[in-house]
């Protein structure tokens, strides 16, 4: 049995240790807003927070993010970054199809939570390892710098 | 008998025509009454006049939603549409799914309840307003029959009727109960443009409040009680079967709970996915390779090139074009070939089925949900009237899930036990047993006379008819596939003498599918390369070698030179750049690109920039216009840079978005996008970039580098010195 920490919450959860993160968050835990994309930590729509810090859930182990705080998509909003980014998405209209912008959202979180105004270049390092399919890129680089800005 | 848009009114015949004149169109041609009616089954709400409008006694205003939503923002230009004529506002209405019902729900130009083409909105324009309008003059007429006063004194704010003179006011929802007891009209007047209060003005999305919270249910998401998790292994070799399953090493890992079969795949059933899927890896699966273990892509391409001599069907002739290259000055011939395509949405492929002795439920994302309830019935041996259709907002469609054929199979799997059963497939089951955009192999002539102007142009395109296996009723009665063809037939050019031929040619063991963009992506592509070829061979600039020869389609030159003025298109570049331009009328829109790439000395190509101008008519929402556009752009822009399906052995050589790659965030340049003012009907979107991107940037590629590539993926074809 492992104790979770997922978005403030205790969670005790029997699976293996060696289990992706992101199977034990959609498929035990029942939380359905971290999404599955390519299993092999190419294009980002696991990503979670492990004490703030972005993170590919299907390829972290369960038992790794055991003592640390995890963040989700759910949660996110309660953050001061989260909020914002996630504001500054609607004002944009970033959105299309949105299966990838959970992951998008959580990594650009992760972005303006330690850098309050992100360059073009800390835009491409934090944000390229999230792909979007339906093409939102300009607007997920001018939604950073708005809620930068905001 | 409500008019509704004719196929005969779109601009230029195509597939999406294909039902003319049918049963199905005529059934298509009236706003559906039937089954969602609620006046017959009650007096007690809601009022739903037709199939796309209901109103509740409790204020809620539902709009049903024929058209699925898979990003391209189709709920909120429908919502907007109806909401319009309704006299309410965006903030008071709620979409919802439509189920699967062909009577009540196909989308009108095709014919059949499916969302595609860059259709729904063309579809939409006239049908939406006009059932919402029905509504709007019934509850008129309700509060005036109670006030005793006349219809045509009282006006609508956010849905409640007022009457100036004696100051009553009623809401939609009060009047309910009258307006059940009231006959319906069979036409209401449209409100005249200058009324519009939301067409033509920029809305906010009503679906992307729950996807940026992770509240939005896509297919994948569904938790139904008692459901287990199952992932499927499928034959690598396309068609191949299953001849003998080791499973006792599988069944022994924890939370695996069961191992299926059908005749081309097994699944792993688990408590969750992890277990499924380690459970799928501790599998000895032996084979039947079929007759397929051999195919390599050089047999794939061999045969498309042999297939391409022969004559083929002729789509269009005018005059006698060999003579006339025969006889020109400057005499070009080509051959342009784009590769096999998958989808790869962000959303892998997944069902959730629970089969039933007397029925069966359906969770999915799916364009076709009449297709999706049909594909579970045949394989779980039901009726489709057995079958419920729980459709969900979609995770990238892009024709995926014009195909249903995911549904059967986890249906046959799913029948094999009693639980609800979700099938989620791993992404290189995904890319690996797509099906795919058809390989195209084009032979294409033209001769200039002394002048530089084009006197004979021919053009011939070899590949696999996906109309012909999804819609067969769409094929010409001669034996064309207007979509092999589309835009091609046809062009926009004026050219005195042409002919444009096809070659049917079907690919061993290769299963083929709608793709975004369509027949025009690939005819768009060989179409604008090659008249830059022959701008470049007149010695002439490129805008102004394309200017003369738009005298039949303004729409077509006013965005031509709208792109090349936003772009700059003239001034200088530095050294290892350069801007490509392209001009298409497709999808009832005018679109020209103007694309600026980097070749680096190494041969790389770098995006710097993408200026669009549009024509698409009647903007509903023209943020979606931008949206759809910088999108469609970058989505053809992947492909134009690096997608391409590859066979060797029978087997797909692509799997995951390390092999299938995507254009990132770093590689992505700024998209400028120009709309054009108009008041002509609204004319599609979600294409129009995808299949734009193609020759804007083999064009802007050549003017960087000279070099001249004739062949997609355009990555590496620099480096190999191709």
Known sequence: MLTLDINGEARQVEVPNDMPLLWVLR???????????????????????????PVRSCLTAVSDA?????????????????????????????????YCQSGQIMSAAALLANNPSPSDVDIDTAMSGNICRCGTYPRIRAAIKHAATS | MIEMPRAADL??????????????LVVAAAIPTGGRMARAASAVGPFAPNAFIRVGEDGKIVLVMRDVEMGQGIWTGASMLMAEELDVGLDQVTPDFAPPNEKLYANPIFGQQATGGSTSIRADWESLRKAAAIARAVLVEAAAKQWNVDPAACRVERGTVKHAASGKTASYASLVPVALTLPLPTDAPLKDRKDWTLIGTPQ?????????????????????????????????VLGGKVRHVDDAAARKLAGVVDVLKIENGVAVVGDHFWAAKQGLEALDIDWDLGPQAGLSQADIEKGHADASQAAGLVASKVGDPDAAIAGASVKLDAVYQLPFLAHAPMEPINCTVHVRPDGADVWCGTQVPTRAQGEAAKAA????????VHNHMIGGGFGRRLEAEYVGIAAAFAKQVSCPLKMVWTRETDIQHDRYRPFYFDRIAAGLDAGGQIVGWTHKTTGSSVMARWAPPGMRKDGIDPDAVECAEDPIYEIGSRKVSWVRHEPPGVITAWWRGVGPAHNIFVIESFIDELAHAAKQDPVAFRRPLLGKTPRALKVLELAAEKSGWGSPLPVGTGRGIMVQSAFGSFLSVVCEVQVTDGGQ????RITAAMDCGQAINPDSVRAQLEGGLIFGMTSALYSEITLDQGRVQQSNFNSYRM??????????????ESTEKPGGLGETGTAAAFPAIANAVFAASGKRLRRLPLAGGLASGA
């Open chain 1, 27 to 53: 498929d035990v835990v029942g939380l359905m807003g971290t999404k599955f994309g390519c299993g092999i930590a190419l294009c980002g729509c696991c990503t979670v927070h492990l004490d703030g810090e």
């Open chain 1, 66 to 98: 055991v003592g640390r705080k995890i963040t989700t998509i759910e949660a996110i909003g309660g953050t001061p970054a989260g909020a914002r980014i996630q504001k500054a998405w609607l004002d944009l209209e970033v959105v299309q199809c949105g």
């Open chain 2, 11 to 24: 601009k230029r015949p195509d597939r999406r025509t294909f039902l003319a004149g049918s049963a199905a």
């Open chain 2, 204 to 236: 906010k999305r009503v679906d992307t409040s729950t996807k940026v919270n992770g509240k939005t249910v896509y297919g994948i998401d569904v938790q139904i009680p008692g459901m287990k998790i199952a992932t499927v292994a499928m034959c690598p």
């Open chain 2, 381 to 388: 041996g039901l009726t489709p009237d057995q079958v419920t």
């Open chain 2, 605 to 608: 190509i770098r995006l710097r």
């Open chain 2, 663 to 676: 254009l990132r965030m770093n590689e992505t340049p700024p998209v400028d996008v120009h709309i054009v």
